[in-house]
C-alpha cells in the first residue's frame, strides 16, 4: 500500500522520527502559550483572554498532556525493544504520534486569532473616590441631594455645578460619584478630569480607563492635539446603547464631546453628563439644563469646619476669639479653612495666633476685592509660616508635574534628597522616612492632598497656581520653569533656560532640545515622557550638557533617546540619572564613568546588551538598578576580581532578568560572590544560579547575619521565574512585599529544599515554590519559617497532597497569609483536611486572614472545604477555582452526615468574587439540606459542566450580587431587555464542549440557575 502524499508515516520504524517532530511541535506550541498568557498578563488590568483564546489554551493544555503521556510510552518502547523490532503496540504507539502531529499542527494554525485573543473587561460600575463625609445639615449634602433629585428627572440631561476656586466642587462631585444611588441608576459612572491643559486626545484617554479599553498609544499618531477619528468612533460604538453617568470636572472651556466620542446626550437613553467649573458662562457654553452654585460656607458651617481641623484647643478662652476672627478671614472657603486649620492645628500659644491673624489682616490683604485672590492670600500666607527653607523648596517641587497629576511619593522623595534639600549624610532609608514625615506635614497643612492608595499625593490646583505664581519671572521664589503635561513641542527662550532653578517637560511632547542652553544654576532636569512608545524626544544635542554645572537630578525615563552625548560628562555635580524604560538606548557612553559624584543610576526595563562596564567606577554610587531580559555581563567582569568591593557604598542594588547568558555565567558567579562584600547593603534584588551561591552570600555577608538587609527578592535557579499559566509575573505580584523568595526545586540536583533557603524563607512575606517534588504537606515547611509570609505560590510540586495537616492546624501554620496560589499541582487533595474543633468553636488561627485563594489545574482536588474548615476562611475575599478536572464539590459534607451538629448556614461573609471556572465534574456546593449565605459577594464567574444540580446564588441568599459572568448559552437563552435589570449576566467563557445539544442547555438553565435568575429583575 502506497503512502499517502502528505501525511507522515506510521511505520514503526519512522517512530523515532516522528517522535522528534512531535516533540519539537509540542515545544513550538507550548511556547507560543507562553507568549500569549505574557500578553494577557501584561493587559489583564484592562483586558481578558477571548472565548476561542480561553479554548485554545485549554486544548493546548490537554495536547501538553497526552504529549507526556505519548513520551513515557515512548521510553517504555525504547526500553522494552532497544528499537530492534517492533510489534502491534509498536505500531499502535506510532500512529497515536502521527494523529498527535496532526493536532498539534492544526492548533498551531488556529493560534493566529484573527481577531485578537484578548477583549475589553467590561468596565466597574464605579470607581470609589476619596471623598470627606457631608454632615446632614451641611450646604454641600443639600446640594448633593439636589443634583441626585436633578438626575432622577428625565428632562434633564446636563448639569452644571460652578463656583470659585477651593469652595468645594469636586468635594461634591466625589460625595455624588461615591453614593449608593448613582450606583443603582446607571450601568457605570465615567469621571474625566479635564484640567487647563486638557485636549481631545488626553480626555478619549480617561473615558478609556473607564470603560477598560486598551488604546495603542503607538498607533494614534505623535501628536496628542490631533483628533483621533478612529478613537473618537470607537468610543461611540462602546457607549453606544449604554446608560452612563459622565461626571467632567474642572472644566475651564466649552468641551466637544461628540470629538471625544461621547454620544449625543438625550432623554431616552437615561445618560447624563455633570460638570464642574469656576464660571457659569462655562455651563452655558456646555449647554447645561440645570445650573447648581456651590457658594461659600455660612459663618456656622466654616466654624465646625475649623474646629475639625484645629483640634479642641480652639475652645480655649484665650484662642476662641482670635479663632472666631481667622474663621471670617477664610471667607467661607473650605480649601483656606482647611490649610490655615491644618497650620495652628493644637497651637497652644496665643501669640502664633495673632501673628497669624495679624498677617491675613494685614494692609494687602485688606485692598483685596475677588474673593480668589483673598484666597491665594490665605495660601501664600500659610507658606510664608513654612520656618525651613528646605521645606518651602520641597513644597514647591511639587510643582513640577502636570496639573492633576498623582505623585509618588517614593519618586519625590528620591528627587528631593539627590537635589539636596534632605540631608545627603543621611542612607537612602533615613531619607526615605524623613520624607514621609515632611509628606506628612504637608499634608496637615492640606498642601498636599492624599490619594486613594496612600502611596500618591496630589496639589490642588489652586495651590498648584498660587506657586506657578510665585516661581514664575517676576516671582519672589526661585525660577522654576513649568511645562509638564501641556503636550506642546515650542522650545522656550534661552533666558527662559538661563534663570531656572528647575525645569520640568514632564510628560510633554517635546521632540528637540536647544544645542547648548546655559543654566549655570540648574539643579533638576525632568524630561520624561508619559511612555515610551508615545515618546518624540530622540536626540539630545552634543553640547546640550556643556553648560550645567550644578545640574543635580537628569530624569530622561520612558525617552526614545538613541544614546547619550559626550558632554554628559560636563553634569560633575549630577547625583541622579534615571534612564527607565528608554528602550532605543543600547549603550551608556564611557564619559559616564566621568560621574565620580553620582549616586544612583537607574536603568530598568532597558534592552541594552549588557550591564555597562563604566559602572563599576562610579565608586559614588549608593542605588544602582539594573533590569533587561536577559542579562549580561561585558567580558572583563570575569577578570576583575573585587570589582563590587569598589562600589563600597551600595545601599540599593537591584539587578534583575528573566534568564542569564551562557556565556557569562562565569562572570556571574564571579559577580555574585562578591555581593557579600557590601557592607552597606540595605536592599538587595537578585538572582542566585543555585541554592550554593545564596549560602555562599548569606555566609558572607554582614548586613544579612546582623538583619540590615531588610528589603530583599531572592531568585533561585536559572530559568525562575517563567510565566505560570494563569499567574501573573513573580516581580509584578512581588511589589507590595519587601521581603520575597522565590526558589525553583532541584535546581541543586536533589529535592530537598536547601538550610539556605529555609534560612531566606524565615524572614520572607513573599514565597514561591516551583517544581519541588519532595514535600506532602506545605506545612512541613515549619510553622516558625511560615509565620511572617503573607504570599504564598506554589506551582508544578507534584508531592504535595494537601497545605495544612491537623498538627499544623494546631500549630496555626500559616496564620498571616493574605493571599495563596496553587497551580499544577496533581495530587492535591485539600487545602487542609482535618480541623479539631473545641466547644464547637475553630481551634486553629490558620489561614484565618487569608483574602485571595486561588487554585488552577489541580486535578486531584474533588472538594475544597469541610463544613468544620469553613470558619477559617472568614475573611475570603476571593475565590478562584480554574481547570480542576475531579474538582465536585465545594464543601464536603462527610463529617456533616456522621455528626449530630449539622450546619444551619455555610456563610463566607466577606467572599466578593467567585470564579468556578472549566469544572467539568463539578456537581453541587454541597450534598444534603444545607443553605448557604454570600452577604458580600458582588461578582460571580460561573463556567461549569452539564453536571451541576444546584445554583445557590438567590435573592435572598446573595443581596449584593451585581455581575454574573456565564457561557453563551446561558446567554443568548435569557434575553434580558429590560434596561433596568441590574444584574449583569454576559458572556464571559468559551463553553467547554460545543457539542452540548441546546435542550441539555435548557436543563442546566432551569435545574442550575432556578429562582436567582428568574428574579434577577427584583434582585436590587
Known amino acids: 500500500m502506497k503512502p499517502i502524499v502528505g501525511r507522515t508515516s506510521t511505520s514503526p520504524s519512522n517512530l523515532a522520527k516522528n517522535f522528534t517532530e512531535l516533540t519539537r511541535r509540542v515545544q513550538q506550541l507550548c511556547d507560543k502559550r507562553g507568549d500569549i498568557r505574557d500578553k494577557i498578563d501584561r493587559v489583564k488590568q484592562q483586558q481578558e483572554p477571548t472565548r476561542e483564546c480561553i479554548g485554545w489554551l485549554a486544548d493546548v493544555d490537554r495536547i501538553e498532556k497526552q504529549a507526556k503521556m505519548i513520551e513515557e510510552d515512548h521510553l517504555v518502547d525504547k526500553r522494552r525493544f532497544k528499537g530492534w523490532f517492533p510489534d502491534t503496540a509498536r505500531a499502535k ?3 497515536r504520534v502521527v494523529e498527535m502531529i496532526q493536532r498539534v499542527k492544526e492548533l498551531q494554525e488556529k493560534s493566529d486569532f484573527e481577531g485578537g485573543f484578548v477583549t475589553n473587561l467590561p468596565p466597574e460600575i464605579v470607581k470609589m473616590r476619596r471623598a470627606p463625609n457631608l454632615s446632614a445639615e451641611t450646604s454641600a449634602n443639600r446640594n448633593l441631594k439636589k443634583i441626585l433629585d436633578c438626575i432622577g428627572e428625565k428632562n434633564i440631561r446636563k448639569i452644571g455645578i460652578w463656583g470659585i476656586g477651593g469652595v468645594g466642587k469636586t468635594a461634591l462631585m466625589k460625595a455624588m460619584n461615591n453614593s449608593p444611588k448613582v450606583e443603582k441608576m446607571f450601568d457605570f459612572v465615567i469621571w474625566v478630569s479635564v484640567l487647563k491643559s486638557w485636549n481631545v486626545r488626553k480626555l478619549q484617554v480617561q473615558v478609556a480607563n473607564c470603560l477598560n479599553l486598551n488604546l495603542d498609544m503607538s498607533k494614534m499618531g505623535d501628536n496628542d492635539n490631533i483628533e483621533d477619528n478612529e478613537v473618537s468612533t470607537r468610543l461611540h460604538r462602546e457607549l453606544e446603547g449604554k446608560k452612563y453617568l459622565l461626571l467632567l470636572n474642572g472644566v475651564w472651556e466649552r468641551v466637544d464631546l461628540s470629538k471625544v466620542g461621547i454620544p449625543s446626550i438625550n432623554q431616552d437613553s437615561g445618560c447624563k453628563v455633570i460638570l464642574t467649573t469656576r464660571e457659569l ?18 459663618n456656622e458651617e466654616s466654624w465646625k469646619m475649623f474646629e475639625s481641623k484645629v483640634g479642641e484647643i480652639v475652645r480655649s478662652p484665650t484662642i476662641k476669639p482670635i479663632a472666631e476672627e481667622i474663621v471670617r478671614e477664610c471667607g467661607g472657603l473650605p480649601l483656606a479653612l482647611n490649610v490655615v486649620g491644618g497650620a495652628l492645628r493644637k497651637v497652644e500659644d496665643a501669640d502664633i495666633w495673632h501673628n497669624l491673624l495679624k498677617k491675613l489682616k494685614s494692609p494687602d490683604m485688606s485692598t483685596v476685592n475677588n474673593v480668589s485672590d483673598r484666597l491665594f492670600g490665605s495660601l501664600k500666607v500659610i507658606y510664608d509660616q513654612l520656618k525651613d527653607s528646605n521645606i518651602k523648596n520641597c513644597f514647591l517641587y511639587c510643582n513640577l508635574y502636570p496639573e492633576g497629576h498623582e505623585i509618588s511619593k517614593s519618586q519625590l522623595i528620591n528627587y528631593w534628597r539627590a537635589e539636596g534639600l534632605l540631608p545627603s549624610k543621611r542612607t537612602l532609608e533615613e531619607a526615605r522616612v524623613e520624607g514621609l514625615v515632611l509628606l506628612r506635614d504637608l499634608g496637615d497643612l492640606s498642601l498636599l492632598e492624599k490619594c486613594e492608595d496612600g502611596r500618591h499625593v496630589k496639589v490642588h490646583d489652586v495651590v498648584r497656581d498660587l506657586v506657578l505664581k510665585m516661581t514664575s519671572p517676576g516671582g519672589e521664589e526661585s525660577r522654576q520653569m513649568v511645562r509638564a503635561g501641556l503636550c506642546r513641542d515650542e522650545i522656550p527662550d534661552d533666558k527662559d533656560w538661563e534663570d531656572a532653578i528647575r525645569i520640568s517637560f514632564m510628560f510633554n511632547q517635546l521632540y528637540n532640545l536647544p544645542e547648548m542652553p546655559n543654566c549655570p544654576n ?8 508619559k511612555d515610551y512608545l508615545s515618546s518624540r524626544l530622540q536626540v539630545i544635542p552634543e553640547s546640550f550638557f556643556n553648560h550645567m554645572p550644578s545640574l543635580r537630578v537628569l530624569d530622561l525615563s520612558d525617552t526614545g533617546i538613541i544614546s547619550l552625548p559626550s558632554s554628559i560628562s560636563n553634569l560633575v555635580s549630577l547625583r541622579a540619572l534615571l534612564l527607565k524604560r528608554c528602550r532605543k538606548l543600547k549603550a551608556l557612553p564611557r564619559e559616564v564613568r566621568a560621574l565620580k559624584l553620582l549616586e544612583v543610576l537607574c536603568l530598568t526595563e532597558n534592552n541594552m546588551a549588557c550591564i555597562p562596564s563604566a559602572v563599576w567606577e562610579l565608586t559614588g554610587l549608593r542605588c544602582f538598578k539594573f533590569s533587561s531580559e536577559v542579562i549580561s555581563l561585558s567580558d572583563d567582569v570575569i577578570n576583575l576580581n573585587g570589582i563590587l568591593s569598589k562600589l563600597r557604598l551600595l545601599e540599593k542594588l537591584d539587578i534583575f532578568g528573566d534568564d542569564i547568558k551562557d556565556e557569562t555565567k562565569k562572570s556571574w558567579e564571579v559577580l555574585q560572590k562578591e555581593l557579600g562584600s557590601l557592607t552597606r547593603l540595605s536592599s538587595l534584588r537578585f538572582r542566585f544560579g543555585n541554592a550554593s551561591d545564596l549560602k555562599h552570600f548569606l555566609l558572607n555577608s554582614k548586613q544579612w547575619r546582623h538583619g540590615k538587609l531588610t528589603k530583599f527578592v531572592f531568585y533561585v535557579g536559572h530559568e525562575f521565574p517563567n510565566t505560570i499559566p494563569l499567574c501573573g509575573r513573580f516581580t509584578d505580584q512581588c511589589k507590595p512585599y519587601k521581603s520575597c523568595l522565590g526558589y525553583e526545586g532541584g535546581s541543586d540536583g536533589d529535592n530537598i529544599i536547601p538550610s539556605a533557603v529555609m534560612d531566606v524563607l524565615l524572614r520572607s512575606e513573599f514565597f514561591a515554590l516551583v517544581g519541588h517534588n519532595e514535600l506532602r504537606k506545605l506545612s512541613d515547611l515549619g510553622v516558625e519559617n511560615t509565620n511572617g509570609l503573607k504570599y504564598c505560590r506554589v506551582c508544578k510540586c507534584d508531592a504535595i497532597e494537601n497545605i495544612v495537616d491537623e498538627a499544623g492546624l494546631r500549630a496555626n501554620a500559616f496564620a498571616n497569609l493574605e493571599c495563596l496560589v496553587l497551580q499544577h499541582i496533581k495530587n492535591l487533595e485539600s487545602i487542609c483536611r482535618r480541623l479539631a474543633m473545641q466547644s464547637g468553636t475553630c481551634s486553629s488561627s490558620s489561614f484565618t486572614n487569608l483574602r485571595h485563594l486561588e487554585l488552577c489545574f489541580c486535578n486531584g482536588l474533588r472538594t475544597l472545604f469541610t463544613w ?59 450534598k444534603g439540606n444545607v443553605s448557604f449565605c454570600w452577604p458580600s459577594l458582588q461578582e460571580v464567574s460561573f463556567f461549569v459542566g452539564p453536571k451541576l444540580e444546584f445554583f445557590p446564588f438567590g435573592v435572598d441568599s446573595a443581596p449584593n450580587l451585581r455581575k454574573i459572568y456565564g457561557p453563551q448559552q446561558w446567554w443568548e437563552a435569557l434575553k434580558w431587555e429590560d434596561d433596568n435589570v441590574k444584574l449583569k449576566f454576559s458572556p464571559f467563557f468559551y463553553p467547554i464542549d460545543d457539542r452540548l445539544p441546546n435542550d441539555l442547555m435548557n436543563i442546566i438553565l432551569a435545574h442550575a440557575l432556578g429562582k436567582a435568575l428568574a428574579n434577577a429583575c427584583n434582585i436590587l
Open 93 to 95: 504507539l506510532g500512529e
Open 281 to 298: 458662562k462655562v455651563c452655558h457654553e456646555m449647554e447645561t439644563d440645570v445650573e447648581i452654585q456651590v457658594e461659600t460656607l455660612s
Open 522 to 529: 540648574l539643579l533638576t532636569l525632568l524630561l520624561q515622557s
Open 868 to 926: 468544620q474548615s469553613i470558619p477559617q476562611f472568614l475573611n475570603l475575599e476571593l475565590l478562584r477555582i480554574i481547570g480542576c478536572d475531579n474538582f465536585v464539590e465545594m464543601i464536603s459534607v462527610d463529617d456533616v452526615e456522621s455528626s449530630s451538629r449539622k450546619p444551619e448556614c455555610v456563610m463566607l461573609p466577606k467572599l466578593k468574587r467567585l470564579e468556578l471556572c472549566f469544572l467539568q465534574e463539578f456537581v453541587h456546593f454541597s
